[in-house]
C-alpha cells in the first residue's frame, strides 16, 4: 500500500466536505429570504404535536380500548 493508494481518499474527503446540492444552496437562499421560516415552523409544530397529555385521560382511554378482531372485513353473522 503506497502513498498513492490514499491520496485519492483524501482527494475526495475534501471534496465532499465543499460540496453542497442544490436543494442544500436553495433552502439555505430561502431561509435567507425568509428570516421567520424556521420559527413559523417550530409554532406548526407546537400548535399541532407538542401538547401537555393527561394521564388521566390517557389512562381512560386505555381502559375503553375494544380488541380488534384479526379480519376486521369479514362480517359475523
Known amino acids: 500500500m503506497g502513498a ?6 483524501i482527494g475526495i474527503l475534501i471534496m465532499a466536505n465543499h460540496f453542497e446540492s442544490e ?13 421567520g421560516t424556521e420559527a413559523g ?7 399541532l404535536w407538542d401538547k401537555d397529555l393527561d394521564p388521566e ?3 381512560s382511554f386505555r381502559a375503553a380500548r375494544v380488541p380488534q378482531d ?8
Open 41 to 47: 415552523q417550530r409554532a406548526g409544530r407546537a400548535r
Open 4 to 9: 498513492s493508494t490514499h491520496r485519492p481518499r
Open 57 to 59: 385521560a390517557q389512562d
Open 23 to 35: 436543494l442544500t444552496q436553495y433552502l439555505k437562499q430561502f431561509k435567507a429570504d425568509n428570516p
Open 70 to 77: 384479526p379480519y376486521v372485513y369479514y362480517q359475523k353473522a
